[in-house]
Nanobody, 114 residues
């Protein structure tokens, strides 16, 4: 099993920035991709960004140009730099890893005030 510990959420004004971190431990040898989903109240969980072990990235259209995902393979950590935040980015952000199956973090709240 993979254990994931997230950090970096919080409250920020619109236009501000936050950086999320997620450290993986446990059965990490076969992790292919790491990334972030988010879920706002009353809405389905949606993909925000993903990065593969080779560095290929994928972003949701709504965050392209504002968010940047990166990965430190030596530290088994994935980061999400979020700039130009909007109130509609308010959600619980969940880190995940993808190998043969998904593993999930506990979630971290991001709140953007207008």
């Amino acid at each position: 099993q993979v254990q994931l510990v997230e950090s970096g959420g919080g409250l920020v004004q619109a236009g501000g920035s936050l950086r999320l971190s997620c450290a993986a431990s446990g059965s990490i040898r076969n992790i292919y991709a790491m990334g972030w989903y988010r879920q706002a109240p009353g809405l389905q969980r949606e993909l925000v960004a993903e990065i593969t072990d080779g560095g290929r990235t994928n972003y949701a259209d709504l965050v392209t140009g504002r968010f940047t995902i990166s990965r430190d393979n030596a530290k088994n950590t994935v980061y999400l730099q979020m700039n130009s935040l909007k109130p509609e980015d308010t959600a619980v952000y969940y880190c995940y890893t993808r190998s043969g199956s998904y593993s999930w973090g506990q979630g971290t709240q991001v709140t953007v005030s207008s």
